[in-house]
């Protein structure tokens, strides 16, 4: 019976000494996604995947402002062949669809690549691949309402041109409603290309049940350019605002987004709508 009680000391004795080897290598935990993966659709969320885990996005939008008329005899040949250029990429963006994928590196690391392609007068191909690497800054162990992540990265079009890229991207939350901000800059390698394309977007959604949220979105592209830059055949930049719902199943491992409105520019308005869906596994 005393052999008994000492086997059982010393199980328990050492029982507790693993527990507290096993306590000493537990890691804080990274920042992760909450909520459904990406659910805006003109903003990119800042919260990270979780090391290991992989998401893929596809989507495709209509973009229904007309490219802006062109007055030849008020263009010399050189700035009416790259108006002409920049009035083709305006036209490039009237139809779109994309593939995104991304996996958590560890430590609010994540790595996202892209494909975008588009209907270039009256062909659909490709337009732009992109890859990007992006670091959440707060970690998740701080229990803050907020997140902040910057990121890097490098993109090519159809023609060859290759750009550098950068992003920051804010994103709070209180309750049921979730804000996102972003700031987006790239320097296309181009001849006669302004330094740096500028590109803004802010949303907002509100978890209305747990698999149903709604809210607005706001971007702004193109905004470098000037509604009196004598080089812009545009006029401007343009401004995208409308309603996004989203829809979520699979404990947010699913996810559907779709949103409307208008696209507003220097030279008239006109309707857009996209929609994504995203698996995260």
């Given at each position: 019976?005393?052999?008994?009680?000492?086997?059982?000391t010393?199980?328990?004795?050492?029982?507790?000494?693993?527990?507290?080897?096993d306590?000493?290598?537990?890691?804080?935990?990274?920042p992760?996604?909450?909520?459904?993966y990406?659910?805006?659709?003109?903003?990119?969320?800042?919260?990270?995947?979780?090391?290991?885990?992989?998401?893929?996005?596809?989507?495709?939008?209509?973009d229904?402002?007309?490219?802006?008329?062109?007055?030849?005899?008020?263009?010399d040949?050189?700035?009416?062949?790259?108006a002409?250029e920049?009035?083709?990429?305006?036209?490039?963006d009237?139809?779109?669809?994309?593939?995104?994928?991304?996996?958590?590196?560890?430590?609010?690391?994540?790595l996202?690549?892209?494909?975008?392609?588009?209907?270039?007068?009256?062909?659909?191909?490709?337009?732009?691949?992109?890859?990007?690497?992006?670091?959440?800054?707060?970690?998740?162990?701080?229990?803050?309402p907020?997140?902040?992540?910057?990121?890097?990265?490098?993109?090519?079009?159809?023609?060859?041109?290759?750009?550098?890229?950068?992003?920051?991207?804010f994103?709070?939350?209180?309750?049921?409603?979730?804000?996102t901000?972003?700031?987006?800059?790239?320097?296309?390698?181009?001849?006669?290309?302004?330094?740096?394309?500028?590109?803004?977007?802010?949303?907002?959604?509100?978890r209305?049940?747990?698999?149903?949220r709604?809210?607005?979105?706001?971007?702004?592209?193109?905004?470098?350019?000037?509604?009196?830059?004598?080089?812009?055949?545009?006029?401007?930049g343009?401004h995208?605002?409308?309603?996004?719902?989203?829809?979520?199943a699979?404990?947010?491992?699913?996810?559907f987004s779709?949103?409307?409105?208008?696209?507003v520019?220097?030279?008239?308005?006109?309707?857009?709508?996209?929609?994504?869906?995203?698996?995260?596994?």
């Open positions: 019976m005393g052999g008994a009680r000492w086997v059982w010393l199980g328990l004795v050492a029982g507790v000494a693993v527990a507290g080897d306590a000493t290598v537990v890691r804080p935990s990274e992760v996604v909450t909520g459904p990406q659910p805006y659709l003109m903003s990119t969320s800042p919260r990270a995947l979780a090391q290991g885990s992989f998401a893929i996005e596809l989507g495709g939008g209509f229904g402002l007309a490219p802006p008329e062109l007055d030849a005899d008020d263009l040949p050189d700035d009416l062949e790259e002409l920049e009035r083709a990429r305006d036209a490039t009237r139809g779109t669809a994309w593939w995104e994928s991304a996996v958590g590196l560890g430590g609010g690391v994540q996202e690549t892209g494909v975008r392609l588009g209907d270039r007068q009256g062909t659909f191909g490709l337009v732009e691949g992109r890859a990007e690497v992006r670091v959440a800054t707060i970690p998740e162990r701080l229990s803050l907020v997140q902040l992540t910057l990121g890097a990265g490098w993109a090519v079009d159809a023609r060859g041109f290759h750009a550098l890229t950068g992003v920051l991207a994103a709070g939350e209180a309750g049921r409603v979730d804000v901000v972003n700031a987006r800059l790239a320097h296309v390698f181009e001849p006669e290309r302004d330094p740096v394309d500028v590109r803004v977007s802010a949303g907002t959604l509100v209305a049940t747990p698999w149903l709604a809210g607005v979105e706001y971007a702004g592209v193109e905004l470098e350019e000037k509604p009196d830059d004598e080089d812009a055949a545009d006029g401007g343009r995208y605002v409308g309603p996004t719902v989203v829809l979520s699979m404990k947010d491992h699913l996810r779709v949103g409307g409105g208008a696209v520019a220097g030279w008239g308005v006109g309707p857009a709508v996209q929609g994504s869906a995203a698996w995260q596994f």
